[in-house]
């Protein structure tokens, strides 16, 4: 059983994330009668499925994760999830996931302002961790997000695991028109070019078999021949929220990837 946390500032798409690995691949497998993967949401995680077919297939977005009690009120969620190859044997990946409220990641370059969110930072930093997936979505944030990162790595190294603790960095919503491109080279033509700060503080602290760049996208695009996102803004109580364009040309892009190397330590 591989544990992982997945942390990253809010609307970073976190929990999007985690509904659409519960729901998505199963949905794909009955359309195109083959998959690469089989993914069974286990537990709580089921919720997530429903959440997905019931908020984000309706063109409504999920609400952000807010925990007001202890620790033990955070999601945790469990996966299966198969790996089907044709030149190897088959492999399967266990998965205990917690998803973070997105302000415990803001507040690493500022301080903590509750006891609580300093737990939750604490607790991804334990020796029963292997790996933290790190959703990053806006590109004109490199400042911002090398400073927390900087920060994370301070305490990666207080609690030693600097070098025992896998880092798979996203950007997240990769189907947005001006980062689609760099999708197949995440780390040379999208964080050395709109996060080159970013990548510094991690390639010089984290070594190089801990550490993977990565992109993925929940939402996907229209179409191999409608690279169109299959996204949109539409107004909320705190800006614009992201939802799904199209729900029957549903199709995210390398969501598992990331999971894949954070529990087992290669490519997949």
């Known amino acids: 059983m591989g544990n992982i946390c997945v942390i990253g500032p809010r ?3 976190k929990t999007t994330y985690l509904a659409g690995l519960a729901y998505w691949p199963d949905k794909q497998k009955k359309i195109q009668k083959s998959s690469s993967f089989n993914v069974q949401a286990l537990g709580d995680a089921k919720i997530l499925e429903e959440k997905a077919e ?6 409504d977005s999920l609400p952000p994760t807010e925990i007001a009690s202890g620790i033990d009120d955070a999601p945790l969620y469990q996966f299966q999830i198969k790996v089907n190859t044709l030149l190897k044997k088959n492999e399967e990946i266990n998965l205990v996931v917690r998803d973070y409220p997105g302000e415990i990641f803001e507040e690493l370059e500022t301080g903590f302002s509750s ?14 961790v292997e790996g933290c997936l790190i959703l990053l979505s806006d590109w004109t944030k490199d400042s911002e997000y090398s400073k927390m990162l900087k920060k994370y790595i301070e305490l990666m190294d207080k609690k030693s695991r600097l070098n025992k603790l896998r880092l798979a960095v996203v950007m997240s919503k ?7 491109s760099g999708r197949l080279e995440p780390e040379m033509d999208i964080f050395d070019v709109h996060l080159p ?5 991690l390639r010089a602290n984290i070594q190089a078999k801990n550490l993977q760049f990565y992109a993925l996208s929940t939402f996907g695009v229209l179409g191999r021949n409608d690279p169109r996102p ?17 729900s029957t040309r549903w199709k995210p892009y390398n969501m ?3 999971l894949y190397w954070l529990s087992k330590g290669r490519r997949i």
């Open 197 to 201: 700060k970013t990548k510094q503080i």
């Open 174 to 180: 990769c189907e947005r028109g001006e980062i689609w």
């Open 256 to 258: 598992i990837a990331p």
């Open 54 to 59: 019931n908020i984000i297939c309706q063109g």
């Open 11 to 13: 609307d970073s798409g």
């Open 230 to 246: 299959n996204r949109k803004d539409v107004p909320g109580k705190n800006g614009s929220n992201a939802v799904l364009r199209e």
């Open 115 to 128: 006891s609580l969110n300093e737990e939750f930072i604490n607790e991804s930093l334990i020796d029963d």
